[in-house]
């Protein structure tokens, strides 16, 4: 089972980018979907950004516009550009594998990384 890696957080001003990576620890060519999620405290964890194996990518609409996530199988890689932050992406971001995406097992053997916090100050 892979294991991920996130990194790239911290702290910024609002209006300013940051870039998040995931790293597995394999390629990732098998990963139907791998996403980012985001959580804060007293609040379930929401999808942020999903990438498929074949490059379909879906947004939560709060940052559709803002946020592009990408994928380097090879090299078992995902990204997360974030501009434009808002306070209110201020969250616990998580990298998520889920290698049966679209099918019946889906989220049967999904993998989630430690997460990693992005701070926006206003």
């Known amino acids: 089972q892979v294991q991920l890696v996130e990194s790239g957080g911290g702290l910024v001003q609002a209006g300013e980018s940051l870039t998040l990576s995931c790293t597995a620890s394999?390629?990732?060519?098998?990963?139907?979907?791998m996403g980012w999620y985001r959580q804060t405290p007293g609040t379930p964890r929401e999808l942020v950004a999903r990438?498929?194996?074949?490059?379909?990518?879906d947004y939560a609409d709060s940052v559709k516009d803002r946020f592009t996530i990408s994928r380097d199988n090879a090299k078992g890689t995902v990204f997360l550009h974030m501009n434009s932050l808002k306070p209110e992406d201020t969250a616990l971001y998580y990298c998520?594998?889920?290698?049966?995406?679209?099918?019946?097992?889906?989220?049967?053997?999904?993998?989630w990384g430690q997460g990693t916090w992005v701070t926006v100050s206003s």
């Open positions: 990438i498929t194996s074949t490059g379909r990518t």
């Open positions: 394999d390629t990732i060519f098998s990963i139907n979907a």
């Open positions: 998520n594998a889920d290698p049966w995406y679209g099918t019946r097992r889906e989220g049967t053997q999904e993998v």
